[in-house]
């Protein structure tokens, strides 16, 4: 290798495995030092636990208490997402106030997530510890730039934040992750527990509505909101900076902009949960569905989403399903399913050696199908993708958050020793006026959604206590388990699309299959051959880390991969499968990019 | 987290009259990483406040979690987090206490391939799967802390049908199983364990590590007994209602939730009393059914979650004989709650029902 390197400038370049994620994700790169970017890139991931397989069977409301032991930061989107299922599999509607409490927990769960996210995960790749490790030269200058939003956030120079980053150290970083705790103490007064709920069923809630739990939230928010008046300001500074510092490094992490988004927190007055209904009560959601392709808006109908979706097996540790039962051949409005639709999916594994030239991997490939191209869609790591599809799905306007077509406004009301703010967040573009989706712009889209989260809470909490004030303070609705359903449920998990896809045959599960967002973002090349959305993004990476190969940290590749918020326990619930390239230290690449 | 100057220069820091102790965090279990994140939800303490030495008479410690640590570096660069690990395979790293977070497969079970790994084998390039760590790390460690239901006991991911073989770390080293410091096994069950379960139980093992706390106390289920020494029921603020035979009928009643699928009778767990963060939420004191996540049996032994527990319905229609009752789900939960499935063990045979397709 250090030969090659000598001859070439091409050195191989391993990360596993990387720390600051959920979950053991490895990454493996060829990087031209020569030409400072990266050539190739595979990402793996190390578990396989078999949900799909050992949920086979059991009593179908247990899918949500099971399913959200998926994730161990996102598990209540799985419960939510579960339950939504099951209200659909079921036909029952749960009272408004009960969603009104979903639709509470979640937005806490976004300002949670997102916060200790970005700023005691991702926040350390920007912060003064780091960038004086990877470009000393960056941060002399940040030391002397003076911040534009100073006033907003009180840090006077770029050099100011980043400190604030120093994990540990950092006077903000140790507030952010005081903040992810008061963040939880709101999820947990609607949801019971963090990160499993427990008083979540189908049907409704267990929690008990009283002035009181609504008044302990309320307090909490006003405080979120009063952070997210500096925070938002802060990001822009911080990462507008790294523009500034480094032109060109809008390439960094860049895909095209093809983008999905399911939506999440529905409108209990639109929302029945039934499939027939579904592109109807979609559109009412609070944050809209979309599949965006090169930046555009293609559809935002449930339905359509729904039937596009097909899993790709590439070459993965599995035997295909091809001569398995169809267990639904057409949906509830006659539709035709395809055979890769998770409701026909048979998950069927076959460990075996890694041989380059068969079956190197766990990981499945999902794809999104336009009737012509099978899409290695991204989700972003969730908020880019959520406001591009809101932005331009121009449906929602409750007040606190508006659609225009091309951006979205948040307004946030007077806090403590703050005037009322309104941010917008705006469709990002190059300089050439092309759409952008890279590192920087999902890191900056997760802060504006924070604020995104909160505006919308405070609307829940509006409409929760005008039904306890009215003296609807039911919350749950009895049902009963059919002998057979088909349903599906869509939200947003913090970091993207979540479907759970349900077959029920003699009251028991007959297959379940869920689709959170890291099986998107991992996946790995598929049966097409076209790669997945990491090692897309890292592949186009230049590189701009001052250091050399012996003491290179790949400061940019990380960016990169944190910035789609990796969270590989959701990846791998069904398969990411392992170090398929570990072999490839003794391996020509092209041997493996023939497979 | 690499906190600072400690873990960049260990030769200087050990060589130091205080010894430095290192936290081994090794989430590569068939896990969700949710202990993970629980911990940074603790408060009493915070893992600040154990990292930076907050509390009197801690020792100097060096933490090398996944979650939140600031080293990653490539394999072939600076910063690899991995290295650690293989410094503590050659004894280079002593004391440490290696933390477990997932339930172990058995790799034992097909002829090739592997469940799960964290990082690679130098020797091989393949993935070290995580029985190989344990196998390699266990008889160097001065503890080991098993973080969550699924390392403790297999949770979730060791239920019927599953197609690892998954088990908890005392299955896989055995029960039995001492380290080289004396201390057994110290299981943190939870799913996700409680925030401050957690953290306070690291906190007494480094007062433990540090000579400063006598061997930590722990029941038949290697569980700390102040934590988990009362049931749920004898926690729960909704046990008033049990004792005047009020009994919830639909979900969101404040009443005791017993008919609707709760275990706190026979569950061992401090959740109802300690809330789940600062005292905020919890179970069937918040109107969430006990599901049992804390007990050797999850989940199997509790499923349908949503249907009566056994002996419930005797306590719904003959509230008066509470004490009966009580006694009746004690005697079930001796022979089976606080028991694994039989399926969790070692071995070339997958048990759990599964039909293998390799």
């Known amino acids: ?595 | 987290m690499a906190t600072a100057e400690q873990t960049n220069d260990t030769t200087q820091a050990e060589s130091a009259a205080e010894p430095l102790v290192h936290i081994l965090w090794m989430n590569g279990g068939l896990g969700c990483d949710g202990d993970s994140v629980a911990l940074t939800a603790a408060t009493q303490p915070s893992i600040e406040e154990i990292a930076l030495g907050a509390l009197p008479g801690l020792p100097k410690i060096a933490v090398h979690w996944p979650l939140i640590d600031f080293e990653c570096g490539p394999e072939q660069g600076a910063d690899n987090f991995i290295e650690w690990w293989h410094k503590a395979d050659r004894g280079e790293l002593d004391p440490f206490v290696l933390v477990v977070e997932g339930s172990i497969p058995n790799e034992a079970i097909k002829e090739e391939g592997y469940w799960c790994g964290f990082g690679n084998n130098p020797a091989t390039g393949q993935p070290m799967t995580t029985s190989e760590w344990l196998d390699r790390l266990a008889p160097k460690a001065t503890a080991i802390l098993a973080a969550g239901t699924c390392a403790t006991y297999g949770g979730i991911h060791a239920m019927a049908g599953n197609p690892t073989g998954a088990m908890g770390v005392p299955d896989y080293l055995g029960w039995e199983w001492r380290s080289k410091a004396g201390l057994p096994i110290v299981c943190v069950p939870g799913c996700p364990t409680h925030p401050d379960n957690l953290s306070e139980t690291i906190l007494y093992l480094l007062y433990q590590v540090a000579g400063q706390a006598p061997m930590i106390p722990l029941d038949e289920a290697l569980r700390p007994t102040w934590l988990f020494g009362a049931t749920v029921h004898e926690g729960c603020d909704r046990g008033g209602y049990y004792e005047q035979g009020e009994f919830a009928t639909e979900y969101g009643s404040p009443k005791c939730l017993v008919k609707l699928g709760c275990w706190g009778p026979v569950v061992k767990c401090n959740v109802p009393k300690r809330g789940w963060i600062n005292g905020v939420g919890g179970c069937p004191n918040v109107g969430g059914i006990c599901i049992a996540c804390t007990m050797p049996g999850f989940p199997d032994k509790f499923m349908p979650f949503m249907d009566e527990p056994p002996g419930a319905r005797v306590s719904a229609t003959a509230s008066t004989l509470y004490g009966t009752v009580i006694r009746t789900l004690r005697g079930f939960t001796a022979k089976t709650a606080d028991e694994e499935p039989k399926w969790r063990q070692k071995g070339n045979d997958l048990l759990t029902g599964y039909q293998k397709t390799w």
């Open chain 1, 1 to 595: 290798m250090t030969t090659a390197a000598e001859d070439t400038g091409i050195v191989e370049m391993n990360w596993d495995p990387i720390t600051r994620i959920v979950g053991s994700l490895g990454i493996y790169t060829k990087i031209d030092f020569k030409q400072k970017k990266v050539v190739e890139c595979y990402s793996t991931s190390s578990i396989f636990r078999g949900y799909s397989i050992f949920m086979k069977g059991k009593d179908p409301r247990d899918a949500h208490f099971i399913t959200s032991r998926i994730c161990g930061i996102c598990g209540d989107n799985h419960a939510t997402c579960s339950v939504y299922n099951q209200n659909m599999a079921y036909g029952v509607r749960p009272p408004h106030l009960a969603e009104w409490i979903i639709n509470l927990g979640e937005a806490a769960e976004y300002m949670f997530d997102h916060n200790i996210f970005q700023e005691n995960l991702v926040g350390v790749d920007f912060c003064a510890k780091m960038v004086g490790e990877t470009n000393p030269g960056v941060l002399e200058l940040a030391n002397r730039t003076e911040a534009p939003h100073a006033g907003d956030h009180g840090y006077k120079y770029i050099g100011d934040i980043m400190r604030s980053l120093n994990p540990l150290e950092g006077e903000f970083y140790r507030e952010a992750l005081q903040v992810s705790r008061s963040t939880r103490e709101m999820f947990c007064l609607m949801e019971g527990r963090h990160v499993h709920p427990s008083t979540l069923y189908p049907g409704g809630v267990g929690t008990t509505p009283t002035v009181q739990l609504f008044t302990d939230y309320l307090t909490r928010l006003m405080r979120y909101v009063e952070f997210m008046k500096r925070v938002v300001p802060m990001h822009d500074d911080l990462f507008d900076f790294f523009y500034e510092a480094m032109p060109g490094y809008e390439e960094v992490g860049r895909r095209r902009a093809d983008m999905v988004c399911w939506g999440s927190l529905n409108d209990p007055e639109h929302c029945d949960f039934r499939y027939d209904h579904m592109s109807d009560w979609g559109r009412k959601m609070f944050v809209s569905p979309g599949v965006i392709r090169d930046g555009q808006l293609i559809t935002n109908d449930l339905v359509d989403i729904n039937l596009g979706i097909r899993i790709l097996l590439g070459s993965s540790y599995y035997e295909d399903w091809e001569d398995q039962e169809m267990f639904v051949s057409r949906d509830p409005l006659g539709n035709p399913v395809d055979r890769r639709h998770p409701w026909n999916q048979h998950t069927i594994p076959r460990p075996a050696k890694r041989d380059f030239d068969s079956k190197y991997s766990w990981v499945m490939s999902p794809r999104w199908f336009d009737g012509t191209n099978y899409l290695a869609a991204d989700t972003g790591g969730g908020p880019i993708a959520r406001l591009w599809a809101t932005a331009q799905g121009g449906l929602v306007d409750f007040g606190y958050v508006k659609s225009t077509g091309h951006s979205v406004l948040i307004n946030l009301p007077r806090t403590i020793s703050r005037p009322e703010v309104t941010f917008e967040w705006k469709i990002p573009v190059d300089k050439a006026g092309l759409p952008l989706s890279n590192a920087i712009e999902r890191d900056r889209a997760r802060t504006y959604f924070q604020a995104y989260a909160a505006a919308a809470a405070l609307h829940f909490m509006e409409k929760a206590l005008a039904e306890v004030r009215a003296g609807h303070t039911k919350t749950w609705e009895p049902f009963d388990v059919p002998d057979e359903a088909n349903s599906c449920g869509f939200t947003e998990a913090v970091r993207g699309v979540l479907s759970h896809h349900m077959v029920i045959r003699d009251g028991k599960i007959a297959n379940y299959h869920p689709y959170p967002p890291t099986p998107w973002n991992a996946s790995v090349r598929d049966s097409y051959g076209t790669p997945g959305p990491y090692e897309d993004a890292v592949q186009n990476t230049p590189i701009f880390e001052e250091n050399q190969p012996d003491n290179f940290k790949g400061i940019d590749i990380m960016r990169a991969v944190r910035s789609f918020d990796p969270c590989l326990p959701c990846g791998v619930h069904m398969s990411l499968g392992n170090g398929k390239l570990l072999e490839k230290i003794h391996t020509p690449m092209a041997a493996i990019l023939a497979t």
